[in-house]
């Protein structure tokens, strides 16, 4: 999530305090004394490594997980395990990237935190281009536009996921049996349509979302982590039982452990159920593997499970592009009016994010859409220029800038290619899925 801060004082301002997004503003703004001393806040109130790793598999796990099985179906079942490992390794090398030069401006403007639009800005101040220099803030800006669209965008996904499980589970509710072990066709009850479905759960996203203090959110995290955890134990126990085969930690210093070692878990993840779920279902995967379980009691339960766990999700991602609008437009208006105004505006994000996946209903197309377009971009694009930016002056490799450049360039072509083909897929619909951008899993 992103560290990214509100910026108006009178509401609530902590954009200059590095405030742990564990703590509310308040807290955080108690933490610095009046002579403005250095003090790094994960030294007193941040959270363990333990919870650092927690966050970090939460934040990695969701529906873009589950719709990796297509992804691998329309790569194959060697190249599409095989992209997923490098794009995995070229991704936590980027965060690695991003990270060291973080820890650079930190150092030196002597600093106790720095987030991800500060360091493109800082690294841009460092670059040896007078223009990028003189623009330097359009850095942040940028920043903060991908992130708004990476976590609306996903979001909008959150509202498709819902609408097609709730959808499935209800239409099959009349055949569902107690058999578990075969997938066996059933005559679906004909219901509404599934952006009637979207509609319904907008209400009660909305009241969900009117939840503004990170700290609340907390009890709401737990339970998406234990419906997922079980719904995915599930879903291996199905597909491995049936194939034919048979931002703050009290020690900063543990956090590139933390980094490799959950996103080695991650990757292996992804992979795993990527390729186990293609193997089980071949050319029957849909957008999420959830919609291929059998429809007996106990997997149902499991897509309500998972579904649930969505629902409490959709929350902890649109925090962050609330903490980037809200405050905008709630600095500009009297005292009075600034909690009118954070709940209108909040209503408004729920509903466009509602309205732009009923204009897009495909699960497939939305995920893809939105890894191409920004996952692509601050997860590849944006780290190793960042790198060159901010080590040029002091001298780096020529195999070192070739490299970064590389990298730019490979997610430069996936931003592209992928935009182009889900565009094209949404003018021009095919029978055949479009392939999910693996990206957006490692964003």
């Not at 599409?80 to 980027?94: M, T």
Request: charged share 10%; glycine share 6%; aromatic share 12%.
């Amino acid at each position: 999530m992103s560290t990214q801060r509100l910026r108006n004082e009178d509401y609530r301002d902590y954009s200059s305090t590095d405030v742990s997004p564990e703590e509310s503003p308040s807290e955080g703004l108690n933490n610095f004394s009046s002579s403005g001393s250095y003090q790094r806040f994960g030294e007193s109130n941040g959270t363990t490594w333990f919870q650092t790793l927690i966050h970090l598999l939460k934040s990695n796990i969701g529906t873009g997980l589950l719709g990796l099985p297509l992804a691998v179906r329309n790569a194959g079942i060697l190249m599409g395990p095989l992209s997923l490992l490098v794009i995995g390794l070229v991704a936590v090398h980027c965060m690695g990237i991003l990270v060291k030069c973080a820890h650079h401006f930190c150092h030196r403007l002597n600093k106790p935190f720095v987030d991800y639009g500060d360091t493109v800005m800082y690294g841009l101040e460092a670059s040896p281009i007078s223009w990028l220099r003189n623009n330097a803030r359009w850095g942040r800006h940028i920043v903060d536009f991908f992130l708004i669209v990476t976590q609306l965008g996903f979001c909008c996904v959150y509202f498709v996921f819902l609408a097609d499980n709730f959808k499935q589970v209800i239409e099959a509710a009349n055949g569902t049996t107690t058999n578990c072990h075969n997938n066996e066709t059933v005559i679906l009850t004909p219901t509404m349509d599934s952006r009637l479905y979207m509609l319904a759960f907008l209400p009660f996203l909305v009241l969900l979302v009117f939840v503004r203090n990170l700290r609340a959110l907390s009890i709401f995290s737990l339970l998406a982590n234990i419906t997922m955890v079980v719904s995915l134990v599930m879903i291996y126990q199905f597909i491995v039982q049936v194939l034919p085969l048979e931002n703050k930690m009290k020690d900063p210093g543990k956090f590139s452990f933390i980094l490799y070692g959950g996103m080695a878990i991650i990757t292996v993840l992804y992979i795993s159920l990527g390729s186990l779920g293609y193997l089980q279902f071949g050319a029957k995967i849909q957008g999420s593997i959830t919609l291929n379980l059998p429809n007996c009691w106990l997997y149902q339960s499991v897509k309500l499970l998972y579904s649930i766990g969505i629902f409490f999700t959709y929350a902890l991602q649109f925090y962050v592009p609330a903490e980037i609008i809200i405050p905008f437009f709630v600095a500009r208006v009297p005292e009075h009016w600034k909690l009118v105004v954070d709940l209108s505006m909040r209503t408004m994000l729920v509903c466009l994010t509602c309205v732009l996946a009923i204009l897009i209903p495909r699960l497939d197309l939305v995920i893809s859409l939105v890894g191409s377009v920004s996952s692509s971009a601050l997860a590849l694009i944006i780290p190793p220029l960042l790198e060159i930016a901010t080590y040029h002056s002091e001298g780096m490799s020529p195999v070192t800038i070739a490299k970064d450049a590389l990298i730019s360039l490979l997610g430069f072509v996936g931003f592209v290619v992928g935009t182009y083909v889900t565009l094209y897929e949404l003018i021009q619909p095919s029978s055949t899925p479009v392939f999910v951008n693996s990206t957006s899993a490692f964003v």
